[in-house]
């Protein structure tokens, strides 16, 4: 398990942006291109286990605040380490 910060030319961008697009029902609509400029401004960090992306946080500042943006976290990962 390891935390990346992503930026515009990391391969885990378009990994990014398909979960934020396959959650937006819960997170709302987030443009492409503005998934490529918070990734420009390296304010997205993403979680990877075993070589998949399986959980991001797109945050920005104002003043002296950190304010969360997204938050998602893969179906998939969770209903693979759940344990009934």
């Known amino acids: 398990m390891k935390f990346v910060t992503i930026d515009e030319n990391s ?24 998934f490529v400029d918070y ?8 979680l990877i286990i075993n070589g998949e992306l399986v959980a991001y946080t797109m ?11 997204h938050f998602c976290v893969s179906t998939r990962s969770c209903l693979k380490n759940r344990k009934d």
């Open 39 to 46: 990734a420009k401004r390296k304010q997205i960090l993403g």
């Open 11 to 34: 391969k885990w961008l378009s990994a990014v942006q398909k979960l934020g697009d396959d959650s937006r029902l819960t997170l709302g609509f987030m443009p492409a291109q503005a």
């Open 59 to 69: 945050f920005r500042y104002k003043k002296t605040s950190l304010i969360i943006v």
